[in-house]
């Protein structure tokens, strides 16, 4: 007799009970869309031969949300013709693209050089984006990378050796205040000495 009653309570503590009334169900969750498992660390990467140099992928790219931006680059006195040497590669780049995109960069973009002495007595050359085409990556290792990809990496070693410490800074431009409504621009007043949007000098 105390085997049958072994069975039946062993029979009933392995089957299933079903939850009581009013009791929430787990849920199954799975993966989220585009997921993908855990896998095992890689190996490092083997360490360069002794006497080759390592060169790091270009930085993030520069991208305005703005329509007007600049950009600062603090460049070393004695990297000067190197850097200005990149900016013509640069420009040629821009203007023999055949993407759409990079032609209007190209003519929005401006460089200049400072004639005062920038931070620590570095060259100050500002990049002005008048206008900034947006969303585009103004990103110069980028740009550089599509128009000679046999080149880009003495370009971008020589780019990045270019700067100083004070390296380079994005700014984005917010235009402050309006045109004077009322009158057409033809009757607007123009202060003696500016010179007029046609190339002219006011005036004359």
Do not use: C
Not at 78 to 98: C, G, I, P, Q
Not at 173 to 183: M, R, T
């Amino acid at each position: 007799m105390l085997f049958p009653l072994v069975l039946s309570l062993a029979l009933q503590t392995a089957a299933p009970q079903p939850p009581p009334q009013g009791a929430v169900q787990p849920q199954q969750t799975s993966p989220l869309p585009g997921a993908t498992p855990s896998s095992p660390a890689a190996p490092p990467a083997p360490a360069p031969p002794p006497g080759q140099s390592v060169v790091s992928p270009p930085p993030l790219g520069r991208v305005f949300a703005s329509e007007h931006g600049l950009i600062f680059n603090a460049i070393r006195p004695d990297k000067v013709a190197d850097f200005e040497m990149v900016l013509a590669k640069l420009r040629d780049a821009l203007a023999n693209s055949k993407d759409p995109v990079r032609n209007q960069q190209g003519w929005g973009w401006k460089i200049f050089k400072a004639a005062e002495p920038g931070p620590n007595g570095s060259v100050l050359y500002v990049f002005v984006m008048d206008p900034a085409v947006k969303g585009a990556d103004y990103g110069v290792a980028k740009i550089l990378a599509e128009a000679y990809p046999n080149e880009i990496m003495d370009l971008y070693r020589m780019y990045t050796a270019s700067f100083a410490a004070a390296g380079q800074t994005l700014i984005n431009l917010q235009p402050v205040g309006s045109e004077p409504e009322g009158k057409p621009a033809s009757e607007r007043e123009i202060k003696p000495g500016v010179q007029s949007l046609d190339g002219g000098t006011p005036g004359r």
